[in-house]
């Protein structure tokens, strides 16, 4: 069914996503009305349903369309990204504010989806999150300098330690924020990466010479 939808004009197809996503973004999977995703995309809700066959179906669509677009921008700027490990991190951190600011709905949709997971497709996505951090860690953290590192320590268990750490913030925010509005995840920001950049600070004190 996705193949048709995938063969439709780039209009059309575009009309539907850009629906799709403010509709779940807005309300959340539970609350997303398929009623008012045709009438923004302007096509009949049979069709919808003959393209993607439930609203279940629809909604693990577009949140792959949504993290495979937010990706590629970083992608984009890869060749930007310092080698320092911890300057690496806080570019990161300053281009994913940007991103939230330039695509505030895609943002919103993949980061509620994740931390308010919707218990029908709480299986779906764990595994799509897991899959997403094993795909694209090792290859933010590929290439650095470790020239800064301590002598006394093995540089490969102090990467390790870092992408623990990653882990472990990463999931630390998600249950601070676990069935909370997405508003407040993104009025607070700039404070979580503040934050973050905390806990940067100290781990370079234990890893840096």
Known sequence: MKEKFESLPEEKKKRILDASIEEFAINGYDKASTNSIVKKAEISKGLLFHYFGSKKSLFLYVFDYCVNDLTSRYYLMKKEEPKDIFERFMWFSVLKIKTMHQEPL????????????PKELSEELTEKYKNLFAKHMPLIMGDIDTSKFRKDIDSQKAVELIMIFMDGIANKYLQKYRN????????????????FNDYINILKVGIYK
């Open 106 to 117: 895609m943002s919103r949709l993949v980061f509620s989806a994740v931390s308010n997971m």
């Open 180 to 195: 909370k509005p997405a508003d407040e995840v993104f009025n607070d920001a700039e404070k979580i990466m503040e934050e």
